[in-house]
C-alpha cells in the first residue's frame, strides 16, 4: 500500500512536469509572435510619423534631415512657404500673373499629423534606444537626388525575444534585420514592412 501511494505520487508529479513542459512549448511560440506582432506595429507606427516629418522637414528645406536634432529644432522653428498662383499661363488673352506667398509655421503643421517632436527619435520597446537616421545625396540616374533611411534592428525592440534562436517559430525573423524607411541607394522612401 505504501508502495502504491509513493508510486501515484510520483506519477502525478510526473504528469504535472510533463505538462509544465508541454504547455512551455505551445505558449512560448504564442509569446513570442504576439510580442513580435504588437512591438513591430508600434515601430512602425513610429517610422510612419517619422516619415512624415522628415516630408515635412524636406517642405522646409528642400532636403532630408540628417539628424533628429535638426528634425526636430527645424520642424519646432521653421516655416512652409506657400505662394498662390492669380492667374492663368495657359490664358490666351494674356491675363497678368501675380504671385502672393505667405508663410505657415511648421510646428502647427507637425502637431496637425499628431507628431510628438520630443521623443521622435526613441525606439518603442528599445529602453531608450535610438532610431538610427542617415541622409545623404546621391546620383541616380544621372541626377544628383536627396536619399534618407531610418530604421532599427529588430533586436533592438524584442527584448527577451531578440535570440536568433527564435526564428524557429517564424521562418523570416532575423533580430539583425531592420525594420526601416528610405534607401541610401535610390530616392524612396518606402517601408520595409510594406
Do not use: C
Not at 140 to 169: C, H, I, N, W
Amino acid at each position: 500500500m505504501k508502495k502504491r501511494t509513493i508510486f501515484n505520487a510520483l506519477m502525478f508529479l510526473l504528469i504535472l512536469g510533463l505538462g509544465f513542459i508541454l504547455y512551455k512549448q505551445i505558449q512560448e511560440p504564442i509569446a513570442f509572435q504576439l510580442t513580435k506582432e504588437k512591438r513591430e506595429k508600434a515601430v512602425t507606427d513610429k517610422l510612419v510619423k517619422i516619415r512624415k516629418a522628415q516630408e515635412a522637414y524636406r517642405g522646409v528645406t528642400g532636403k532630408f534631415a540628417p539628424s533628429f536634432e535638426a528634425l526636430t529644432e527645424t520642424l519646432t522653428n521653421g516655416r512652409f512657404t506657400i505662394v498662390k498662383v492669380n492667374g492663368d499661363a495657359d490664358d490666351i488673352n494674356k491675363v497678368k500673373i501675380t504671385y502672393d506667398t505667405s508663410y505657415v509655421n511648421a510646428l502647427d503643421s507637425i502637431k496637425t499629423m499628431g507628431i510628438d517632436l520630443t521623443d521622435i527619435d526613441l525606439v518603442p520597446y528599445g529602453e531608450g534606444a535610438k532610431f538610427e537616421i542617415h541622409a545623404d545625396t546621391v546620383t541616380y540616374q544621372s541626377a544628383l537626388v536627396d536619399v534618407v533611411q531610418v530604421g532599427t534592428p529588430y533586436s533592438t525592440f524584442m527584448g527577451e525575444f531578440k535570440d536568433p534562436k527564435f526564428k524557429k517559430y517564424d521562418e523570416k525573423y532575423d533580430p539583425k534585420k531592420k525594420i526601416k524607411f528610405g534607401d541610401l541607394n535610390k530616392p524612396i522612401l518606402t517601408g520595409s514592412w510594406e
